[in-house]
């Protein structure tokens, strides 16, 4: 089933989701519908009877979509935990593969799985490709004059509206140069990624490079390999 109505496209997924937080399944169904609400990715909305409905409570909140119709919120509570405006529907929604069916804000989750599996950020869109593509090119990095890295054995990365991507071997890049960071950021396609900064002299260069060193299974080809902002470096 795929349905649309202005910038709105509802699919059926055949995928087991579920939605936690404190500890308990706040959703579970095998039966969700996934709806771009925003056209970069889609949203997951779970049929009412598939919710802890008991665990939701009105928040007062009430907001008007020209597409969806009118939406009530909800604060959810699970296990020891309490989540303002964590939930939403549209009962009396003009589009009909909206009514009865529940959306909870990712970001107010403590976790989310797709079968067995923990995803993050978002749900993956259908619709978003990744390819993982070893390459002879002749891959440079350098900064402020400094080669940082150098390599013919790169992976390339395609991903579905990004731009390319070069992973290196460690062993071509100045890991010298490299100062880790804590930052860490999540992708539903790849996995956790750890960064470092760039310092070239006395100047620190924030975050400039990172490294799926556990990556989800699709991606395990970039696993240790090392990459750099297109655009912050000169490649």
């Avoid at 013919?152 to 731009?163: A, I, K, Q, V, Y």
């Amino acid at each position: 089933m795929t349905s649309e109505r202005g910038r709105i496209r509802i699919e059926e997924s055949g995928k087991w989701v579920r939605a936690f937080l404190g500890g308990e399944a706040v959703a579970d169904t095998n039966r969700p519908r996934l709806v771009w609400e925003k056209p970069y990715y889609p949203t997951y909305y779970f049929p009412q009877e598939d919710v802890r409905m008991e665990l939701l409570s009105p928040s007062g909140r009430v907001e008007r979509s020209p597409s969806r119709g009118e939406a009530i919120w909800y604060d959810v509570k699970g296990g020891a935990k309490e989540a303002e405006a964590a939930a939403y529907a549209y009962p009396d929604s003009p589009l009909e593969d909206l009514r009865g069916m529940v959306a909870l804000r990712w970001d107010a989750m403590d976790h989310w799985f797709e079968e067995d599996e923990e995803v993050y950020v978002h749900p993956r869109d259908p619709y978003t490709r990744v390819d993982i593509l070893a390459s002879s090119r002749h891959v440079q990095v350098a900064l402020e004059g400094v080669t940082v890295a150098e390599s013919h054995h790169p992976r390339l990365l395609f991903e579905t509206g990004l731009p390319t991507r070069y992973y290196l071997p460690k062993v071509d890049v100045r890991m010298d140069l490299l100062v880790p960071t804590d930052t860490v950021t999540h992708c539903p396609y790849k996995g956790a990624a750890q960064y470092w900064g760039v310092r070239i002299g006395d100047e620190l260069f924030p975050d400039y490079a990172w490294s799926y060193r556990h990556p989800v299974a699709e991606s395990v080809a970039i696993a240790g390999l090392v990459a750099f902002y297109n655009e912050k470096v000169d490649l």
